[in-house]
């Protein structure tokens, strides 16, 4: 017998309020030809007046928890993926525990920005095979409307506000198939904080801050450095990107989605895209892309998924796992 970490529930969940192109381009020198040819983004979801990243991942885990027939009081570990905390402190996962009327375990937050969910992910398995934790969810939440300058074209039209979560059981299983999580990647590189950053923060402003970006830039170490991390995955984990049967990427930007399939040659039908719906929705994507994936039907128990993702930091990684 072996121990496993398996992923048993999925859940997410979107903000009321839609934000297309069209609306932006009353707002902002720009139109839906424009952001649709260099992201792929038609529309996002806003975050309204009063409702916080906390509420946002409370919902997912709720829709998760409902997935997986299990009750928030089995739950013995939260770990949370987010750039845009309720509070400085204390850990907006903390805040999630106690709506979901939790008492017990272990809640805290992990901040790699994107890329956050991917190195959540990665936690929460190296403490359950060590550390005794048996059930967990894995929360990806943000409100990146909250830290948007909504007069740079550039920036404000690529974000939106969402929540994404798993649920990961500890199992005992007789077989030497790889089930449940199988392998992480995790890399950061930290001497490019100046082309992706939020230009406040309690040490160094005593202000939030709005996000800068140099997208040019981001784009291309973007699709170098995760198109890396997927082949040093799979080559660690001995799997070829054939016995990958789906793709879950961050979704930043379709032209990232589209450079990153061609660099490795992944035929675009194995890839999940919700961009143009969600836009970027940072941590909460890549578990927000999966739930969805999940419950339109097309990723099945059995399948193999990797997911992957770059954010500020740089940070970036990949997952590897057998639903």
């Known amino acids: 017998m072996k121990q496993v970490i ?56 709720k829709a998760a928890l409902e997935n997986a027939d299990i009750r928030a009081d089995e739950i013995d570990l939260i770990v949370l993926a987010t750039a845009t905390p309720d509070q400085t ?47 967990a969810l894995v929360i990806g939440a943000e409100t990146f409307s909250r830290i948007l300058d909504w ?22 299983v007789d077989t030497d198939e790889p089930m449940g ?20 923060g309690p040490s160094t402003t005593q202000t939030v801050g709005h996000l800068r970006m140099n997208g040019k830039q981001v784009f291309k170490h973007a699709v170098t450095n995760i198109s890396d991390a997927v082949v040093d995955l ?31 040659k992944i035929d675009q039908s194995r890839i999940i895209s919700t961009v143009s719906m969600h836009a970027n929705t940072s941590a909460a994507s890549v578990p927000l892309a999966l739930s969805q994936a999940v419950c339109d039907g097309r990723i099945k128990h059995g399948d193999v998924v990797l997911t992957e993702a770059m ?13």
Request: proline share 2%; glycine share 12%.
């Open 181 to 200: 999580l199988i392998a992480h990647k995790l890399r950061t590189d930290g001497s490019h904080n100046e082309l992706l950053y939020v230009d406040g």
């Open 89 to 135: 402190f204390p850990a907006t996962a903390t805040t999630v525990q106690h709506k979901l009327g939790m008492t017990g375990g272990a809640a805290f937050d992990v901040a790699a920005v994107c890329s956050g969910f991917i190195f959540a992910l990665a936690t929460a398995d190296g403490l359950m095979r060590n550390s005794g934790f048996k059930k």
């Open 311 to 323: 954010g500020g930091g740089f940070a970036w990684g990949a997952n590897l796992f057998r639903l």
């Open 151 to 172: 007069s740079d074209r550039g920036t404000c039209v690529l974000f939106g506000d969402g929540a994404g979560a798993v649920v990961l059981e500890a199992d005992q």
């Open 6 to 61: 398996r992923v048993t529930g999925v859940g997410s969940y979107l903000p009321e309020k839609i934000l297309t192109n069209d609306d932006l381009g009353r707002m902002v020198d720009t139109s839906d030809e424009w952001i649709t040819s260099r992201s792929g983004i038609k529309q996002r979801h806003i975050a309204a007046e009063g409702e916080f990243t906390s509420d946002l991942g409370t919902a997912a885990a």
């Open 234 to 264: 799979l080559d660690t984990a001995g799997f070829s990107h054939e016995d990958v049967n789906w793709f879950v990427p961050h979704q930043a930007n379709q032209r990232i989605l589209d450079g990153v399939a061609k660099r490795l």
